[in-house]
C-alpha cells in the first residue's frame, strides 16, 4: 500500500473499536435496529401526534449526542 493510501484509510476509516466508544454511532445502530424490528417484528400502534413526540425525542437526543461529542472518532 502506497504512504498516500494508507493515511487515506487511517483519516477515513475508523476501526470498529473506534466506532463502538462513539455514542452517536452506538445510538445510530440502536435507531437503526428498532426501525427494522419496528416494521418487520413489532407493530407499534401509535397516533401521528405520538409518532411526533418520538421524532421530537430522536431529533433531540441526536443534538445532545452532538453538543457533548468533542473528538472525531478518528481520535478515539
Given at each position: 500500500?502506497?504512504?498516500?493510501?494508507?493515511?487515506?484509510?487511517?483519516?477515513?476509516?475508523?476501526?470498529?473499536?473506534?466506532?463502538?466508544?462513539?455514542k452517536t454511532?452506538?445510538?445510530?445502530?440502536?435507531?437503526?435496529m428498532?426501525s427494522?424490528s419496528?416494521?418487520?417484528?413489532v407493530e407499534?400502534?401509535?397516533?401521528p401526534i405520538?409518532?411526533?413526540?418520538?421524532?421530537?425525542?430522536?431529533?433531540?437526543?441526536i443534538?445532545?449526542?452532538?453538543?457533548?461529542?468533542?473528538t472525531?472518532?478518528?481520535?478515539?
Amino acid at each position: 500500500m502506497t504512504p498516500d493510501l494508507h493515511l487515506m484509510k487511517e483519516l477515513f476509516m475508523p476501526t470498529l473499536s473506534q466506532l463502538i466508544k462513539s455514542k452517536t454511532m452506538l445510538f445510530s445502530v440502536a435507531l437503526a435496529m428498532f426501525s427494522v424490528s419496528q416494521g418487520f417484528i413489532v407493530e407499534l400502534a401509535i397516533t401521528p401526534i405520538q409518532q411526533g413526540i418520538v421524532g421530537m425525542i430522536i431529533a433531540g437526543a441526536i443534538a445532545a449526542l452532538r453538543i457533548i461529542t468533542t473528538t472525531a472518532i478518528a481520535d478515539k
